[in-house]
Nanobody, 123 residues
Framework: QVQLVESGGGLVQAGGSLRPSCVGSGRTFSSHPMGWFRQAPGTDREFVGA????????FYASSVKGGFTISRDSAKNTVYLQMNALKPEDTAVYSC????????????????WGQGTQVTVSS
C-alpha cells in the first residue's frame, strides 16, 4: 500500500508562489499517475491537475492552467505542485492522490490519498 505525505503549504500574499510536495512510499509509487486536488471550506474537492507515471504528460483544470505546474522526481518518489501568481480564491487544502482508475479528473477514481496541506493566500 502506498502512503503519501504532503508538505510545503503555508500563508502567502496574493501574487506570490508556493511549491507543495507529495512524497510517496512503496515500490509501486513511481509507476502510478498522480493527481492534485483542492478543497476550500464549504466546497467539494476539485481537480487541480495530474501527471502521468513517466512525467511526460500533465493535465490541468482550466482555473489553474498557466499558473500551476506539476512535476515529479522518481528518484525522490516526489510529486510537486508549483503554484505561481496565487490568488485569494486559491486558498484551500491541497491533497495529492495516486493511481486513478478511469477519469483522472474524478476524485473517486484514485486509490490512495495524502492528508493534505493548507494553502492560504491573503489579499
Amino acid at each position: 500500500q502506498v502512503q503519501l505525505v504532503e508538505s510545503g503549504g503555508g500563508l502567502v500574499q496574493a501574487g506570490g508562489s508556493l511549491r507543495p510536495s507529495c512524497v510517496g512510499s512503496g515500490r509501486t509509487f513511481s509507476s502510478h499517475p498522480m493527481g492534485w486536488f483542492r478543497q476550500a471550506p464549504g466546497t467539494d474537492r476539485e481537480f487541480v491537475g495530474a501527471i502521468t507515471s513517466s512525467g511526460v504528460q500533465t493535465f490541468y483544470a482550466s482555473s489553474v492552467k498557466g499558473g500551476f505546474t506539476i512535476s515529479r522526481d522518481s528518484a525522490k518518489n516526489t510529486v510537486y505542485l508549483q503554484m505561481n501568481a496565487l490568488k485569494p480564491e486559491d486558498t484551500a487544502v491541497y491533497s495529492c492522490a495516486g493511481n486513478p482508475d478511469g477519469d483522472y479528473t474524478y476524485r473517486d477514481s484514485y486509490s490512495y490519498w495524502g492528508q493534505g496541506t493548507q494553502v492560504t493566500v491573503s489579499s
